[in-house]
């Protein structure tokens, strides 16, 4: 019996360790070849790592919080995803830190159909107002600070026309997302009711699926999209971006 009881406590001791294995302090970018990313399932952030980490290894996980939580718990070197999302994720987290060197520079931007200059170029004279005056700066502050969760949601006055149906995905926050008081809130949120209040009409937020937002654009069920969406050639040929309000890309985040 006094054997068997010793066997089983080296087995816990050894499946413990084996959780919560030692892993190298991550320096910079250098230092990530041929470790562990920590990423979410059914992203393309595993592609966009390995050119650069060629020798990487990934982690799956349901959600970008969740692969962050398993660097914090040594169980990945790093994880891998959209730059703001990770800082997001860092400010409320402390321990975690996000890289300054990115992986991929790329630009984000709103979304119409093809044929709708009119509300195009609302959006881009909102967003060029925003960085003439010191709003946009100030709207950073609000939904990306150094560190804590993101503050409330400033009220705007609504306009009183024809709605103005926005397509937004809440789970990418500080971009998009849901507030305690389950509202749908964020910069992008922030910035729509923003154009709205510009061409008085009244705003509407439709919470879809990240992948549903651009066919549903397509098809005229919204009439703008946002929701920390890459401008990419292929998308633009499909739908009208918008002037980039934000650049950002895939980063590298790490346990301090």
Known sequence: MHKVMISLCVLICATVFAGCSHREKIHGVADLQGKVFAVPTGTVADKLLLTKYPTAKFAYYNSVLDAALAV????????GYDEPILRNIAGKNPGLHVLSDPITIDDYGFAVRL????????????VAELQANGGYDAMLHR???????????????SGTGAVLHFGTAAITEPFSFVD???????????????????????????????????????AG??????????????????????????????????AD
Not at 115 to 126: F, G, N, R, S
Not at 186 to 208: F, H, P, S, W
Not at 234 to 243: D, G, I, P, Q
Request: charged share 25%; net charge neutral; aromatic share 4%.
């Open 143 to 157: 939904w990306l600070p150094a560190t804590g969760a993101p503050a409330a949601m400033p009220t705007i006055e």
């Open 72 to 79: 914090k718990a040594h169980k990945a070197d790093a994880a």
């Open 115 to 126: 044929t709708d200059t009119e509300l195009k170029d609302a959006i881009d004279a909102v």
């Open 221 to 254: 069920k919204v009439d703008m999209i946002g929701a920390c969406i890459t401008i990419t050639p292929e998308r633009a040929t499909k739908v009208l971006f918008s002037k980039p309000y934000y650049r950002g890309g895939i980063s590298v985040l790490v």
């Open 180 to 218: 305690g008081s389950q509202q749908v809130v964020g910069l992008d949120v922030e910035i729509a009711r923003l154009v709205a209040k510009r061409l008085n009409r009244k705003l509407e937020v439709m919470n879809m699926d990240f992948g549903a937002m651009i066919p549903a654009l397509i």
